[in-house]
């Protein structure tokens, strides 16, 4: 079973940086793709980054290019979502996902486990 909990998320002014991490209790933790969203009253689910089961690809969507960074540690169950030059506009919950049939990693259909979500705000 795959169970994820999101952690790292607070305020943060503009320009700084912070850490999500994505950790996962259950025992397949090397198995699937993970995938990060997030999501703002009233709007979609909207994809940030996602990384392959063995962390060798990662995927960004361009607002976030250059300034978050994906990556894993299997070993440690974990995946870390590190986000520099913060922007208001970066506020939002953000959502770890895990997906097992290699669809599209921006497509929220391909991923099949949803964490809780962890708020992330930036102040101007």
């Known amino acids: 079973q795959v169970q994820l909990a999101e952690s790292g998320g607070g305020l943060v002014q503009a320009g700084d940086s912070m850490r999500l991490s994505c950790i996962d209790s259950?025992?397949?933790?090397?198995?699937?793709?993970v995938g990060w969203f997030r999501q703002t009253p009233g709007n979609k689910r909207e994809f940030v980054a996602g990384?392959?089961?063995?962390?060798?690809?990662?995927y960004y969507h361009d607002s976030v290019k250059g300034r978050f960074t994906l990556t894993r540690d299997n070993a440690k169950n974990t995946v870390y979502l590190e986000m520099n030059s913060l922007k208001p506009d970066d506020t939002a919950v953000y959502y770890c996902?895990?997906?097992?049939?290699?669809?599209?990693?921006?497509?929220?259909?391909?991923?099949?486990?949803w964490g809780q979500g962890t708020q992330v705000t930036v102040s101007s």
């Open positions: 996902a895990a997906g097992f049939t290699g669809g599209h990693p921006d497509d929220i259909y391909t991923y099949d486990y």
């Open positions: 259950g025992r397949t933790f090397s198995s699937y793709d």
């Open positions: 990384i392959n089961e063995r962390g060798t690809s990662t």
